[in-house]
C-alpha cells in the first residue's frame, strides 16, 4: 500500500533497563514439559521475549515514575485524585470520574447501576469480563457487530463497526425500555484490535437517542482507535488524536476504561460518566467495592501515573510508534507469506494456527500447540485463542471456533525492533518445518475459563 511510509522509530530513549534470561533448548523444553505445555504456567523469569498480553505489562516513562513520587496518600481527597479527574475531563470530555482498580471494577459498577434482571445488552462482540458483569447483574448479551468482524480473511478497514440492522432487530424484537444501553468497544480487542468508525459510532448514537438507550464506551484503547481512524476515515487525516478521542467520547453517555492499556500503567482503571444520577449511585457502590470514591482501589501514586499517562499516550509520535510496531511485526510476516488475520490490529497479530499447522485436528489443539513450539524455538510466550479458550457448552462439549488463532501482543515501549526481528525469524524458523509438527493432548482440564490453567502432554 504505503511504499513510502516513515520510519515508526521509538520516540523515546533507555535510562533504566531489566535484564532478561536468555535459555537453551534444553531448559525451555524442561520449562514447558513443567508447565504442561500451557503458556499461561510458565514463569516469567523463563521467558525471554514475552508477549502474552499487554495488559499492565507497559514500560512507564521518567515522567510517570517522578509522580510516582508526588503520590499523596491522604484516605479522602488525595490531591492525585484531583489531577486525573483533570485529565479525564480535558481528554475524554466526562464530567464525572469514580476511579477503579482495573477496567472490570467499572465493569462491575456500570452494571450494577443500569442493569435490571431480564433486560438485554447489546455490544459490538463481547468482552470476557464486560459480559460476565452484565450477566452477574441479570442482563443477557447480544452481539451486533458487523459479519466481516468474525472473518479472518475480510480486509474490511472498521471490523469493529455495529451492524444497525442487528441493532434495530434486538430493539423490534425486546422493546428498547429493556435495552438500558449498548456497550462500545474502540478497539474491538477479541475481534482483533479492530477499530469502529466515528460515521458508525454517530449513527448507532442517532438510533439510541431515538429510543432513549444509553452508550456506555469501553474506552480501554480508545486512543489507539482514534489512530486507525485519523488514519482510515475520511475528513480525519488531519485531526489531532485528542480531537478524535475527544469526539469519540461525546456520542456516549459514559466510559469504562481499563488504564492498563491506552494509559501506561500497571494498574488502575475509571468509570466516566455525564449524568449526576448515575454518577451518584456509582460513587455510592464504589465504596463498597472497591475503596473510597477518591481512590477507588487505588494509591495517590497510582492515579497520578496514570494521569500522566493520559498526557503521554495521546501524543501523535507514542501512537504512531505503538502502532507501527505492530504493524511492522504484522507486515513481515505477511511478506513471508505466513497466515495471520487481516487487517492488522492495534494491540497484536495473530497468527492463523489452522492454516500454519493444516495437518492437526481442532481437538489436537494448533493453536496451543503452536503456542508451545513457539516457546520451544525462542523463548517467546504468546496465547492460545482457540478450542482452549473457547471451553464447553452446556451440554459438555467442547466449543469449536471457526477461530484458531495465537496471539502475539506487544506491550507498550517494552521491546525494542530487534527483538521484533527476532520474533519474525522465530516464526519464519518455525513455519519452515511447519509439517514436523504435531499436536497435544489435554491431560488436565479445569472447570472454569481453562484455559488459565490447563495441562497437554505432547501427541509424539
Ligand atoms: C482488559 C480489558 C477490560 C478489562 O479491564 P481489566 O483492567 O483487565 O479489568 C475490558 N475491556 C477490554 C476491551 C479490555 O481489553
Redesign the pocket.
Known amino acids: 500500500m504505503s511504499s513510502k511510509k516513515r520510519s515508526w522509530a521509538e520516540p523515546y530513549k533507555i535510562k533504566s533497563v531489566e535484564l532478561i534470561k536468555m535459555t537453551t533448548l534444553e531448559q525451555r523444553k524442561a520449562a514447558l514439559a513443567e508447565a504442561g505445555y500451557n503458556t499461561f504456567l510458565l514463569k516469567s523469569e523463563d521467558v525471554y521475549i514475552d508477549l502474552l ?4 505489562t507497559n514500560a512507564m516513562s521518567d515522567y510517570q515514575w517522578a509522580g510516582m513520587m508526588l503520590g499523596d496518600e491522604a484516605y479522602a481527597g488525595s490531591k492525585n485524585y484531583y489531577n486525573l479527574e483533570k485529565a479525564v475531563q480535558k481528554y475524554y470530555g466526562y464530567k464525572y470520574l469514580v476511579p477503579t ?7 462491575n459498577l456500570i452494571s450494577r447501576v443500569l442493569i435490571k434482571p431480564g433486560d438485554f445488552v447489546p455490544g459490538n462482540m463481547y ?4 459480559r460476565a458483569h452484565q450477566e452477574l447483574a441479570g442482563g443477557t448479551f447480544v452481539d451486533v457487530i458487523i459479519d466481516e468482524a468474525h472473518d479472518p480473511s475480510s480486509l474490511h478497514p472498521f471490523k469493529g463497526n455495529v451492524d444497525l440492522n442487528k441493532l434495530q432487530a434486538l430493539i423490534d424484537k425486546v422493546g428498547a425500555k429493556k435495552i438500558p444501553y449498548i456497550t462500545i ?1 474502540a ?4 475481534a482483533g484490535g479492530q477499530p469502529i468508525s466515528l460515521e458508525n459510532l454517530r449513527a448507532v448514537r442517532a438510533l439510541c437517542l431515538k429510543h432513549g438507550i444509553k452508550v456506555v464506551l ?1 474506552a ?2 480508545a486512543m489507539e482507535n482514534a489512530y486507525f481512524i485519523q488514519q482510515r476515515e475520511k475528513g480525519y487525516a488531519d485531526k489531532s488524536l485528542a480531537e478524535i478521542l475527544f469526539e469519540t467520547c461525546s456520542y456516549s453517555d459514559a466510559a ?6 491506552d494509559l501506561l500503567v500497571n ?3 475509571f468509570l466516566a460518566v455525564n449524568d449526576w444520577d448515575i454518577f451518584e449511585e456509582a460513587r455510592n457502590l464504589v465504596v463498597l467495592f472497591e475503596g473510597l470514591h477518591t481512590y477507588g482501589g487505588l494509591a495517590g501514586r497510582d492515579m497520578e501515573a496514570m494521569a500522566r499517562g493520559i498526557e503521554e499516550a495521546i501524543q501523535q509520535d507514542h501512537m504512531q510508534a505503538r502502532i507501527g510496531q505492530v504493524e511492522y511485526v504484522g507486515e513481515k510476516l505477511i511478506e513471508l507469506g505466513i497466515p495471520i488475520v487481516r487487517p492488522i490490529g492495534g ?1 497484536a497479530v495473530f497468527l492463523d494456527a489452522k492454516a500454519f499447522l493444516p495437518q492437526l485436528k481442532q481437538l489436537e489443539f494448533p493453536a496451543q500447540t503452536l503456542a508451545a513450539e513457539l516457546y520451544l524455538e525462542s523463548g517467546i510466550r504468546s496465547m492460545e485463542r482457540g478450542v482452549v479458550s473457547a471451553g464447553r457448552n452446556k451440554a459438555g462439549e467442547h466449543n469449536m471456533p471457526k477461530l484458531e488463532l495465537v496471539r502475539l501482543t506487544f506491550p507498550r515501549r517494552v521491546y525494542t525492533q530487534a527483538h521484533c526481528d527476532v520474533l519474525v525469524e522465530s516464526v519464519e524458523s518455525l513455519y519452515s518445518r511447519r509439517h514436523e509438527i504435531h499436536g497435544l493432548k489435554m491431560i488436565y482440564e479445569p472447570k472454569y475459563l481453562r484455559f488459565f490453567q490447563a495441562r497437554f502432554e505432547p501427541l509424539k
Open positions: 498480553t499487554d495488559s499492565g482498580h482495573q477496567g472490570r471494577g467499572a465493569e468482552f470476557t469480563t464486560t468497544g478497539t474491538v480487542n477479541l469501553d480501554t484503547r469504562t476504561m481499563s488504564g492498563k492499556k494498574i488502575g482503571g494491540h
